[in-house]
C-alpha cells in the first residue's frame, strides 16, 4: 500500500541554525501538507501546498518557514533560523483530487521528531 | 472559541467492551467533514474514519463507527469490541469547505484497554 515517508526520522540541531524535513508523498497525490505536533499538545497545521504553490498556512508558518517541491517525488519544509520552540514532531500528509469523500483523507507520515537544542 | 473539543483527556476500557470517545466541534460553515485519527504511542497517525456533513448515514469502518449528530454538533467516535492494540491517542479533527483543506485537530484522547 502506498505511503508518505519522512527523513530523518529524527534531527538535533542547535539554536539558529537551518534544518530540512522532508516528504515524499504518495505518487498520485496533489495536495500536500505540513502539520507540526509539540510533545503532548494537539497537531497543529502549519501549511498546505497545491499546483506548486501555497494555498493556505496558519499563523505559525511565518517568515522562518518555507515549503518546496524540487522535483516530482520531494516535499520539503525549510525552518531558516530554528528557535528552542521549534522543537516538536513534524508531519507531511498528501492527499489526492479525485471526486468523492475520498479526496479528503489526508495520509499521514511517520513523522520527524525535531529537537531544537 | 475551539473548533474541536474533546472533553476526555483520559479514558480506560476493558478488552472486549466497547468505548465511546466524545468529540463536538464549532463551524458555521454549511460544508465541513470530521475525521479521527489514531496516534500510537510510535507516533504515527492512523486515520480511522471520515464523516461529511451532507453524509445522511453515520460513518462506519470496521469497528470504527461515528456517531454524528448534526444538531449537536458532535461526532463521538464509537470503537466496539475493544483490543489491546486500541490503545492510544485517539484525535478527532475538522475540515471547513472554506478554510480549504486545512484540519483543525482536538487536543486527544488517550484510550487505555485493559487486559
Known sequence: ?117 | AQKITQTQPGMFVQEKEAVTLDCTYDTSDPSYGLFWYKQPSSGEMIFLIYQGSYDQQNATEGRYSLNFQKARKSANLVISASQLGDSAMYFCAMREDNAGNMLTFGGGTRLMVKP
Not at chain 1, 504518495?26 to 503532548?40: K, P
Open chain 1, 1 to 117: 500500500e502506498p505511503e508518505v515517508t519522512q527523513t530523518p526520522s529524527h534531527q538535533v540541531t542547535q539554536m539558529g541554525q537551518e534544518v530540512i524535513l522532508r516528504c515524499v508523498p504518495i505518487s498520485n497525490h496533489l495536495y500536500f501538507y505540513w502539520y507540526r505536533q509539540i510533545l503532548g499538545q494537539k497537531v497543529e497545521f502549519l501549511v498546505s501546498f497545491y499546483n506548486n504553490e501555497i494555498s493556505e498556512k496558519s499563523e505559525i508558518f511565518d517568515d522562518q518557514f518555507s515549503v518546496e517541491r524540487p522535483d516530482g517525488s520531494n516535499f520539503t519544509l525549510k525552518i531558516r533560523s530554528t528557535k528552542l520552540e521549534d522543537s516538536a514532531m513534524y508531519f507531511c500528509a498528501s492527499s489526492d483530487t479525485t471526486d468523492g469523500p475520498e479526496r479528503y483523507e489526508q495520509f499521514f507520515g511517520p513523522g520527524t521528531r525535531l529537537t531544537v537544542l
